[in-house]
């Protein structure tokens, strides 16, 4: 049984159907990226798998349940989370508030203070801008609040829209390190990029959509060696 | 002099009335994106809490937690039976509804209880005033500044402390991104109406206590004024709503205190002038509208 199932699935805003057909699956353990141009309808998809958006048809499988139509905050607790495009931190919020609010569901548990430290030695910076607003930090340094703040929660599967979307090339390095370091903590990671060679140094396999449609799959290896893809993503690289 | 101390005490305590009334429409505007107008019922709800608790003869200490209990759980029901069905219907669509359930409540007070109002008799203490070397100061007017400070800094240590508090700020930015938490929308947007309920609630008694009656439409101006002042603070801006709160209060002693005789009936249209006056300079209001992503 697989970690991630999506079947078939379409979405729409209104009358505009941004996704059509979208099927994917996510093993325990692997790194699975989804390329696609802008538009293709790569957000939308990671949002109905939330529970974001409301999916039209197809079904969302989650660790065996069917999780289609749940609301986002009932599949946050089941251990799917999502760190969305352009981050969203909560900007006049601290950055430790930030990273509280991220715990929401562990609290009960009682294990934030370890989270809190482990969350500190991932990301130092973050332990030094403590205090300060989460709208003060620098792009890279929100991204990894961003995904810090996602991690609170404990989550067995990450789902990662565009972490690298208009961050230095030095700072892409480093989130693309820290994609690495999730992947030892046993996090599986569904990871959104247009960065298409890290992404695909990175991952085992890939996706790639386009007009909301999964139009290629295969292991990264293949999709790097694949015609379609050197000449849509890769160009002259 | 002693007459100016003694207006700046009326109008921080009558600001102190709209400010925490504006605070209540500003914690679910912020995160629902929606102006509740049956926030005055609230008041008036409050108000017969006071009234049926006092003909049945509740023991005075308990009149009070009673009546903020009700007011809570007041607006939590509206949230629960008249918001959360249209929940993702626009803004307009809660807007006409809260016009609506402010109708049908004022309707079933006029009905069920009655038309006109209905007596609240105040103790003595509180209609008295104490004497602070030449100042006399009401009573009344001193506990409705020092519940309107009481209930910002419960609110202020709730939103900056507790876990609750971080998450109605966060949805106030972003709500989807706080679904994203974990936390739950529902949960939440309970949590504004009620702590608005709680604020409407210690306005409602402090209302009550100087008019010393209730009537079914008595929520009414109120709620307008707390309106006006949520939108000079900036809308959907707690710390404006608060400031507009005593802005307006301040206005509206100054005039009231400042104009000839014959001018006075139109105090009322001279101080929305004046918020209009402060508006064309700054449209987002004092402080500055709040922008968000809602749910
Ligand atoms: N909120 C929205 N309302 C209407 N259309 C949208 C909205 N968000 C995205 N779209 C449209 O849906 C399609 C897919 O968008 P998106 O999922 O954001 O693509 P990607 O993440 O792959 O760049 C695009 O055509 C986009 O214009
Ligand atoms: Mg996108």
Known sequence: ?237 | MEIFVQQCVNALSLGGTYALLALGLAVVFSVLGMINFAHGEILTITGYTVFFSLMLAVPAVLIIPLALIVAMLAAAAMERVAFRPLRGAGPTSLLITSFAVSGILQVLFQNLISARPRPVPIPDFLTGAFTVGPFHIGVIQSLSILATLAMVGLLTLFLKRTLLGMAIRAAAVDFPTTRLMGIRANRVILAAFAISGLLAGVSGLLWIAQRGSVDPLMGFLPVLKAFIAAILGGIGNLTGAVIGGFFLGAIEIGLQAALPEPVQPFRDAIALTLVVVVLLYRPQGLFGAVHSVRP
């Open chain 1, 1 to 237: 049984m697989s970690l991630l199932e999506v079947d078939g699935l379409a979405v729409s805003y209104g009358p505009i159907k941004a996704v059509r057909d979208v099927s994917l699956v996510v093993e325990a353990g692997e790194i699975v990226t989804v390329l696609g141009a802008n538009g293709a309808g790569k957000s939308t998809s990671l949002q109905a798998i939330i529970g974001l958006l409301p999916a039209q048809q197809g079904r969302v499988r989650f660790d065996g349940h069917d999780v289609t139509g749940e609301s986002p905050e009932r599949i946050v607790r089941r251990g799917m989370t999502l760190t969305p495009e352009g981050r969203r931190i909560f900007a006049p919020l601290t950055v430790e508030e930030n990273l509280r609010i991220g715990a929401a569901t562990q609290v009960r548990r009682g294990n934030t203070a370890e989270l809190w430290d482990q969350m500190m030695e991932l990301f130092p910076i973050l332990a030094s801008r403590r205090r300060q607003l989460a709208g003060t930090l620098s792009g890279g340094e929100q991204q990894q609040l961003a995904i810090a703040r996602s991690l609170m929660s404990r989550p067995r599967l990450l789902l990662l829209d565009e972490p690298s979307l208009g961050l230095a090339p030095i700072v892409v390095e480093l989130i693309f390190d820290l994609i690495g370091r999730l992947r030892d903590l046993g996090i599986t990671i569904l990871l959104v990029e247009q960065n298409v060679h890290q992404a695909l140094d990175i991952a085992d396999r890939g996706y790639v959509v386009s007009g909301g449609t999964v139009v290629l799959e295969g292991t990264a290896e293949a999709l790097k060696a694949s015609a379609d893809v050197q000449k849509a993503y890769l160009g002259q690289a």
